[in-house]
């Protein structure tokens, strides 16, 4: 026991952070992810959904940082951050790291976004202070710092140490124009990925450097009109239905054809891409599990091939097998990815993208 307990000291020593540290309000850089400007907060709703959305969850939901990140530039040899969780939200099957801590990136010669560390958020207190990395060379490099997947931040302050300049951003990665936009489950929030930066569209968004907005919502992706309608405010370059889990074949059947309806007549050429929902491992033992989950991707089946009759243009579908490709170790609990899945449905999905989106 003691040798553990002087491990543990050891660890604190390392990450316990530099004197001197300059803090700067989170806020002045750009903030990705997000239509709502920084000046209302770290949310996906903006307040005026609040009285328009149905279901108080969802909102709340959408306060969420997921899919959400500061771009910045420093030559700091030090970097440290301190914010305020909104909910202090706590799972018993994800990571206090994942749930509401923080997840730091830095672009690389090739232009390719490189871990630098994640950041742990203190236990039991909305109040959290982490000294991220310190001992760097003096040099200006370009940071992404992702946000909670599943809590929100009240505030955040970035620190330097006092002879570091923290500026905005010198390049335009991931770049903006023409984002990427998934609509999803409580699998595309991010649930359950150890840190923030795992999350599958956070993984697409740096390998592909492209803005994707992540509309995923925990147990209620159930193509609701309010958001549809976020999501037409945004001039995408491609638009992604990740939704299935969390509707029945029924509720599917009749809420997904207004919900495209609303954002083809909004963006008549963006494409569309629909995923079906993943063949969890439990179908292999729970037959009404699997009934359920089959009816609903027959219902997305016959959905995309109306529309195909119809004549539409620049739809196009991803089957449930390729989504986790039949491995039953890609998921925690039968259902929420862990990192590995997460992994492999990014890799998936990323030549989709490539394919099908306006660049």
């Known amino acids: ?95 206090p790291v994942g749930i509401r801590g923080l997840d730091l990136y830095t672009l690389d010669d090739n232009n390719e976004w490189t871990f630098v560390s994640s950041v742990r958020p203190t236990v039991n207190k909305k109040a959290s202070k982490y000294a991220i990395v310190d001992g760097m060379e003096k040099k200006m490099r370009e940071y992404l710092l992702y946000l909670p997947l599943y809590d929100g931040i009240d505030s955040l302050y970035i620190g330097v140490d006092s002879s570091a300049v923290i500026e905005m951003p010198k390049v335009d990665l991931p770049r903006r ?13 991010g649930a359950c990925a150890s840190r923030p930066g795992m999350a599958y569209t956070n993984i697409l968004e740096r390998e ?69 929902s993943p063949l969890f491992p439990i179908m292999r033992y729970n037959k009404g599990t699997a009934a359920a989950i089959n009816a609903k991707n027959d219902v997305l089946k016959e959905f995309f091939a109306k529309l195909q009759a119809e004549g539409e243009k620049d739809i196009y579908y991803m089957n449930a097998e390729d989504v986790l490709g039949g491995n039953t170790e890609y998921t ?12 492999f449905f990014a890799d998936q999905l990323k030549p989709l993208i490539e394919k099908y989106s306006i660049k």
């Open 1 to 95: 026991m003691k040798k553990i307990l002087t491990l543990l000291l050891v660890c604190t020593t390392l990450v316990s952070g530099a004197k001197n540290l300059v803090y700067h309000d989170a806020r002045k850089f750009p903030v990705l992810g997000t239509v709502v400007s920084v000046e209302n907060g770290y949310t996906r709703f903006p307040d005026t959904l609040k009285t328009m959305v149905k279901r108080e969850l969802l909102y709340t939901l959408g306060t969420n940082t997921a899919g959400m990140s500061i771009r910045f530039s420093s030559d700091a040899t030090a970097l440290s951050a301190k914010w305020v969780s909104t909910l202090e939200l706590e799972m018993n099957h994800m990571t």
């Open 177 to 189: 124009e023409k984002p990427i936009v998934v609509y999803g489950t409580s699998i595309t929030q």
């Open 208 to 276: 592909l450097n492209r803005e994707i907005y992540n509309f995923g919502f925990s147990g209620n992706g159930q193509l609701d009109m309010e958001v549809a309608g976020l999501m037409g405010m945004i001039d995408a370059g491609l638009f992604i239905f990740d939704c299935l889990p969390n509707n029945t074949a029924p509720q599917l059947k009749e809420r997904i054809e207004p919900f495209y309806r609303y954002l083809r007549e909004k963006h008549p050429n963006v494409p569309v891409l629909f995923i079906e």
């Open 332 to 343: 925690v609990d039968n259902y929420h990815f862990t990192d590995l899945g997460f992994r």
